[in-house]
């Protein structure tokens, strides 16, 4: 499966920003998917998973209550509402795919290329 990101952007603090993620191929409901993000100079990190039938969801600490991770796999597509967004929320974003449901990176199969998400304070 391929996987593009996109919706990312700058934003003030306390605003809103949805990402997408589009899968190419007629597989994309048979998979996890996952959003991680990586902020300048650290290392990837767990953002959100969820379930193929998209029934099950869980959430980074971080960014629980203020982030929601959605799918349609009638469209092919995964989304990331993030609301109440702060300044450490600044990073590049990333969708990806696995077979297993799981937060560990090792355990995700396809990445999509990434998306800059700033916010100012």
């Known amino acids: 499966v391929q996987l593009q990101a996109s919706g990312g952007g700058l934003v003030q603090a306390g605003g809103s920003l949805r990402l997408s993620c589009s899968a190419s191929?007629?597989?994309?409901?048979?998979?996890?998917m996952g959003w991680f993000r990586q902020p300048p100079g650290m290392d990837r990190e767990f953002v959100a998973r969820?379930?193929?039938?998209?029934?099950?969801?869980a959430h980074a600490d971080p960014v629980k209550v203020r982030f929601t991770i959605s799918r349609d796999n009638a469209k092919n597509t995964l989304y990331l509402q993030m609301n109440s967004l702060k300044p450490e929320d600044t990073a590049v974003y990333y969708c990806?795919?696995?077979?297993?449901?799981?937060?560990?990176?090792?355990?995700?199969?396809?990445w999509g290329q990434g998306t800059q998400v700033t916010v100012s304070s």
């Open positions: 191929g007629r597989s994309f409901s048979t998979y996890v």
């Open positions: 990806a795919a696995s077979t297993q449901y799981t937060n560990v990176e090792r355990g995700y199969d396809y």
């Open positions: 969820i379930s193929r039938s998209g029934g099950s969801t």
